[in-house]
């Protein structure tokens, strides 16, 4: 019998969709950081909006919890367009996306996020409705199949993704407004983002806890924003202020150390220094010997080790670093 393939999990920036919409920017100057994308994208969107058009289809990817899907409300607010939300793994069939097309709003934005997991025949399917907004359905079957040409309300896309390089070349070139990287986030964005969070849920936390926070947060906003609803809560059970104290008590209990990495990456860490002898591994050696899917290994925990000079990764490979050996033997205070 088989061992069955753990589900992708994204436990390192487990996704509160609750907090994610109450704490995301509804305007562009409180979207912080990522000056060059939104640069890109407001000239797109404004010069559309001059012609009295919809701008191109546009795809943005980079890790989870970097503003991917903020970044599409954005657009379909600046645009005061009706916004429908989809995702790459909801279109199964033909018929699915035919139905989503057909009854979207004239001048809608058509957001699908995880735009990796459509399937070729959807994505073929897709091809015609970006370039010229006509759908082609096929009547029947056999010989007496036939195609109908069926014309389709006008829409730009947004799509999302973690995966860029999951994405066929074909859809890939559909995308006329550009394709943006959104990066990991600097130290001090990640301030800007905190106390614009800690505003929001009106909260008083000190500037030194702001830092320490951002510090925590994988140079990630959700990982951010997560962290200060988490210190929080510590903060309300016990009855204690949101200081530097209390800041680093919650962290040492939940087990997130003063980089920002949990039991977790540790244990990827470990499990390359001594099951693999500090490498190279192979991304499906090293995920099944962590009882991981090697989608959530590479997406999740590998992108920040490498951030931080932990781990490389080559052709044959994964190989832990001088500096993320010396992290395993001396850590991190809390
Ligand atoms: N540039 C930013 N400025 C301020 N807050 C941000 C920014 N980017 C993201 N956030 C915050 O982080 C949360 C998560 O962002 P978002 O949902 O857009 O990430 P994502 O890239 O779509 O993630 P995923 O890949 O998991 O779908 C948002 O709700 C928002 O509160
Ligand atoms: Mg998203």
């Known amino acids: 019998m088989s061992t069955p393939t753990p589900e992708p999990k994204d436990k390192a920036v487990a996704p509160d969709l609750a907090l994610d919409s109450t704490l995301r920017p509804n305007i562009w100057d409180e979207y912080v950081g990522q000056g060059h994308v939104k640069a890109n994208v407001r000239v797109a969107l404004d010069a559309a909006k001059k012609r009295g058009d919809m701008p191109e289809h546009i795809l943005f990817y980079g890790p989870p919890g970097v503003g991917k899907t903020t970044l599409a409300h954005l657009v379909a607010l600046t645009l005061d367009a009706p916004l429908k939300t989809t995702s790459g793994v909801a279109i199964e069939r033909a018929g699915d996306l035919a139905a989503i097309l057909t009854n979207l709003e004239p001048g809608s934005v058509l957001f699908i996020d995880e735009i990796h997991r459509l399937g070729t025949k959807i994505e073929e399917l897709l091809y015609p409705a970006l370039e010229n907004g006509s759908l082609d359905i096929i009547l029947g079957k056999g010989p007496s199949a036939r195609t109908v040409e069926l014309s389709l309300p006008r829409f730009t896309l947004v799509g999302a993704t973690t995966r860029v390089a999951q994405i066929s070349g074909p859809l890939r070139s559909r995308f006329g407004g550009g394709t943006y990287q959104l990066d990991f986030y600097s130290d001090e964005d990640l301030r800007a983002i905190i106390a614009r969070s800690a505003r929001v849920l009106g909260l008083t936390v000190p500037p030194s806890v702001v830092a320490m926070l951002a510090g925590r947060s994988r140079a990630t906003p959700r990982v951010a924003n997560a962290l200060l ?106």
């Open 229 to 334: 609803k988490r210190v929080r809560d510590y903060s309300e059970v016990h009855e204690v202020e949101m200081n530097e104290e209390a800041c680093n008590k919650a962290c040492e209990l939940f087990g997130i150390d003063a980089l920002g990495l949990t039991k977790d990456d540790r244990r990827y860490l470990e499990t390359l220094e001594t099951g693999f002898k500090g490498g190279p591994a192979g991304i499906r050696a090293l995920a099944s010997a962590l009882h991981e899917d090697p989608d959530t290994v590479e997406n999740v925990y590998e992108p920040y080790l490498m951030r931080l000079g932990f781990i490389e990764r080559g052709p044959r490979g994964r190989v832990l670093t001088e500096k993320g050996s010396s992290y395993l033997r001396n850590g991190v205070s809390f």
